[in-house]
């Protein structure tokens, strides 16, 4: 498995760096007057990727947040019915055997 896993890292550093290589005209980017430069296009495109995983990590981050509310909240929920559903049982009805005496 440690192979598999190193000949996809190593594929995927290869489709990087050609990627990179192929992709190096410059772009210009322009905001108004506050931004002005230029920059490759493959950097473009990483920094556009990289703050998207950012972006979609956070929001799973305050979904899990949310479900582990949820999941507390239920879990209070059913403890709270088994105290109920054992006050409510009638108790336990004990019968007393009779010994011969000796």
């Given at each position: ?61 305050i979904e899990r ?38």
């Amino acid at each position: 498995m440690k192979t598999i896993s190193l000949i996809l890292l190593i594929v995927f550093a290869f489709f990087i760096v050609t990627f990179s290589v192929e992709n190096a005209a410059p772009v210009h980017l322009k905001y108004y007057n506050f931004f002005n430069m230029d920059v490759p296009i493959y950097m473009l495109l990483f920094v556009s990727l990289l703050i998207g995983v950012v972006i979609t990590g956070f929001l799973g981050i305050i979904e899990r947040f949310r479900l582990n509310r949820t999941i507390s909240r239920l879990n209070k929920t059913i403890r709270d019915l088994r105290k109920e559903l054992h006050a409510n049982e009638p108790p336990p009805i004990i019968e007393e055997t009779k010994t011969p005496i000796d």
